[in-house]
C-alpha cells in the first residue's frame, strides 16, 4: 500500500491541534482559538481521530499478502518496542525534571506531585509501574495505550485474514458496551501484589472503551488493502449528512431554547469512556471526510489522465 498524502497531512494536522490543546492546558487557562483546535465539528475530538486513523493504516500496512503471518508479528512487535523506547526515554525525562524542579522550585512541588504522582516519594517503584504500562502520570496514557494495540494487532490481521472479521469487531463492541464495568480500575488488585494502590495512577483513557476506534479502523484499513471494502452509498451518505449536521447545529447552541447545548451532550459523549454519542459523532464524520477524500483523489486521478 502506497502512503496516502492526504492521511499522513491529516495525522500532521491531528498532532498540532493535541499539541497546542495540551500547551493551553498546562498553563492552566483555557484560550479562545480552542473554538478551532477543541472540539470544532461537534463531539469529538483530535484524540479520537489519531486513534481511529493510526489503527486505519496499521491494519492496511501490516496485513499486505506479501507478509506472512510470522512477518506480521515481527514487524508489528517492534514497531510497538520502538514506541516503548521513546515511552522509557520520555519517562526518564519527566522523571529527572520533576527531581531537579523539586529542589530549584520547592513551591512547584504540591503541582508536580498532582501531575506525576509518588515520584518524589516512591521514585523507583512508580518508575517500575510507568516502565510496565500501568502508572500513567499526567499526559503519559497515548503511548502506553498505542504500545498495547500494536502487541494485538497481529492477533487481529490472523483474524481478518481466516474471516473472523465479524468475531473481532463482535468482541469489541462487546469491551466497548461493556467498558463501565470493566474499566482500568478495576485491574488494580491484580497489581497490588506488586505496586501499592497509592503508587498507581491510572490513564485518562479508558482502554477497554477506546479499542473500539483502533479495532474498527484496523478492520476497515484490511478491508482496504484486500480490496473488500463497500462502503459508499447514497443513502447512508443522506443520513450521515443529517445526523453530522444536526449535531453540529446543537453542539453550537441551535437547540438550546429546547434545553439542548453542549454540555447536555457532552454527558451522553463522555471522553473517556467514549460514549456513544461522541460514537456516532466520530461514525458519520469519518464517513463523510472519507467521501470527500476519495472524491478528490479520483479527480486528481482523472486530471492526470487527461
Same mark, same amino acid.
Given at each position: 500500500?502506497?502512503?496516502?498524502?492526504?492521511?499522513?497531512?491529516?495525522?500532521?494536522?491531528? %498532532?498540532?491541534?493535541?499539541?497546542?490543546? #495540551?500547551?493551553?492546558?498546562?498553563?492552566? *487557562?483555557?484560550?479562545?482559538?480552542?473554538?478551532?483546535? /477543541?472540539?470544532?465539528?461537534?463531539?469529538?475530538?483530535?484524540?479520537? @481521530?489519531?486513534?481511529?486513523?493510526? *489503527?486505519?493504516?496499521?491494519?492496511?500496512?501490516?496485513?499486505?499478502?506479501?507478509?506472512?503471518?510470522?512477518?506480521?508479528?515481527?514487524?508489528?512487535?517492534?514497531?510497538?518496542?520502538?514506541?516503548?523506547?521513546?515511552?522509557?526515554?520520555?519517562? /526518564?525525562?519527566?522523571?529527572?525534571?520533576?527531581?531537579?524542579?523539586?529542589? %530549584?522550585?520547592?513551591?512547584?512541588?504540591?503541582?508536580?506531585?498532582?501531575?506525576?504522582?509518588?515520584?518524589?516519594?516512591?521514585?523507583?517503584?512508580?518508575?517500575?509501574?510507568?516502565?510496565?504500562?500501568?502508572?500513567?502520570?499526567?499526559?503519559?496514557?497515548?503511548?502506553? %495505550?498505542?504500545?498495547?494495540?500494536?502487541?494485538?494487532?497481529?492477533?487481529?490481521?490472523?483474524?481478518?485474514?481466516?474471516?473472523?472479521?465479524?468475531?473481532?469487531?463482535?468482541?469489541?463492541?462487546?469491551?466497548?458496551?461493556?467498558? #463501565?464495568?470493566?474499566?482500568?480500575?478495576? /485491574?488494580?488488585?491484580?497489581?497490588?501484589?506488586?505496586?501499592?494502590?497509592?503508587?498507581?495512577?491510572?490513564?485518562?483513557?479508558?482502554?477497554?472503551?477506546?479499542?473500539?476506534?483502533?479495532?474498527?479502523?484496523?478492520? /476497515?484499513?484490511?478491508?482496504?488493502?484486500?480490496?473488500?471494502?463497500?462502503?459508499?452509498?447514497?443513502? %447512508?451518505?443522506?443520513?450521515?449528512?443529517?445526523?453530522?449536521?444536526?449535531?453540529?447545529?446543537?453542539?453550537? *447552541?441551535?437547540?438550546?431554547?429546547?434545553?439542548? #447545548?453542549?454540555?447536555?451532550?457532552?454527558?451522553?459523549?463522555?471522553?473517556?469512556?467514549? *460514549?456513544?454519542?461522541?460514537?456516532?459523532?466520530?461514525?458519520?464524520?469519518?464517513?463523510?471526510?472519507?467521501?470527500?477524500?476519495?472524491? @478528490?483523489?479520483?479527480?486528481?486521478?482523472?486530471?492526470?489522465?487527461?
Amino acid at each position: 500500500m502506497k502512503r496516502i498524502a492526504a492521511l499522513d497531512s491529516i495525522r500532521g494536522l491531528l %498532532l498540532l491541534l493535541m499539541t497546542i490543546n #495540551h500547551l493551553i492546558w498546562i498553563s492552566g *487557562g483555557y484560550s479562545v482559538i480552542q473554538t478551532v483546535t /477543541l472540539q470544532p465539528l461537534g463531539q469529538f475530538g483530535a484524540a479520537e @481521530c489519531f486513534v481511529f486513523i493510526s *489503527g486505519l493504516l496499521a491494519g492496511a500496512i501490516y496485513s499486505r499478502e506479501s507478509l506472512t503471518n510470522t512477518q506480521t508479528i515481527t514487524k508489528a512487535w517492534h514497531r510497538a518496542f520502538s514506541i516503548y523506547r521513546y515511552h522509557i526515554a520520555c519517562l /526518564l525525562i519527566v522523571f529527572g525534571w520533576v527531581f531537579i524542579a523539586s529542589h %530549584l522550585l520547592p513551591s512547584a512541588v504540591p503541582i508536580l506531585q498532582q501531575s506525576a504522582n509518588n515520584v518524589l516519594a516512591a521514585p523507583i517503584k512508580t518508575f517500575i509501574a510507568s516502565a510496565a504500562l500501568v502508572n500513567q502520570p499526567n499526559y503519559f496514557d497515548i503511548l502506553p %495505550l498505542y504500545i498495547i494495540f500494536m502487541l494485538l494487532l497481529p492477533l487481529l490481521v490472523v483474524a481478518y485474514r481466516k474471516g473472523l472479521g465479524w468475531l473481532v469487531i463482535s468482541i469489541s463492541i462487546g469491551a466497548w458496551v461493556f467498558s #463501565h464495568a470493566i474499566n482500568t480500575a478495576t /485491574l488494580i488488585p491484580l497489581f497490588r501484589f506488586i505496586f501499592s494502590d497509592s503508587t498507581i495512577q491510572f490513564g485518562y483513557f479508558n482502554i477497554f472503551a477506546w479499542q473500539l476506534l483502533f479495532v474498527s479502523g484496523s478492520a /476497515l484499513g484490511y478491508m482496504l488493502q484486500n480490496k473488500t471494502l463497500r462502503w459508499r452509498h447514497p443513502a %447512508l451518505t443522506i443520513i450521515a449528512t443529517i445526523i453530522a449536521t444536526g449535531l453540529f447545529a446543537a453542539h453550537n *447552541g441551535a437547540f438550546s431554547s429546547f434545553g439542548i #447545548h453542549r454540555w447536555v451532550l457532552s454527558t451522553y459523549a463522555d471522553k473517556p469512556e467514549l *460514549g456513544w454519542l461522541r460514537t456516532l459523532n466520530i461514525t458519520v464524520w469519518v464517513y463523510l471526510i472519507a467521501l470527500i477524500l476519495t472524491n @478528490c483523489i479520483l479527480r486528481l486521478l482523472i486530471c492526470d489522465d487527461k
